[in-house]
């Protein structure tokens, strides 16, 4: 069983920076790839990037691109998202989630999940 815990959401001006965090638990945390993923009022859960355990390669979403930064600390079982230039679309219950399974390529399948943290933007 592998918990999850996103911190350092809140409120934010547009154009503002916050950096989110995930801290996992287990021993095998850097055998995880890890995912980010948002959910807006209304609209569904959205992928926004993931980092892989392997060789912590990053993918984002293109809503992201540029913006947003993954990286993972594997002493700390941490992985953050640095989130800069916010706009106001970019509010929503942030995610992590972890893939456990050692994927050799990213699979997009994740195996838990945090309980989220909000981010708003304001315009």
């Known amino acids: 069983q592998v918990q999850l815990v996103e911190s350092g959401g809140g409120l934010v001006q547009a154009g503002g920076s916050l950096r989110l965090s995930c801290a996992a638990s287990?021993?095998?945390?850097?055998?995880?790839?890890m995912g980010w993923f948002r959910q807006a009022p209304g609209k569904e859960r959205e992928f926004v990037g993931a980092?892989?355990?392997?060789?912590?390669?990053?993918l984002y979403a293109d809503s992201v691109k540029g913006r947003f930064t993954i990286s993972r600390d594997n002493a700390k079982n941490t992985v953050y998202l640095q989130m800069n230039s916010l706009k106001p679309e970019d509010t929503a219950v942030y995610y992590c989630?972890?893939?456990?399974?050692?994927?050799?390529?990213?699979?997009?399948?994740?195996?838990?999940w945090g309980q989220g943290t909000q981010v708003t933007v304001s315009s």
């Open positions: 980092i892989t355990w392997r060789r912590s390669s990053t």
């Open positions: 989630a972890a893939d456990i399974r050692k994927s050799t390529y990213y699979s997009g399948t994740y195996d838990y």
């Open positions: 287990g021993r095998t945390f850097s055998s995880y790839t």
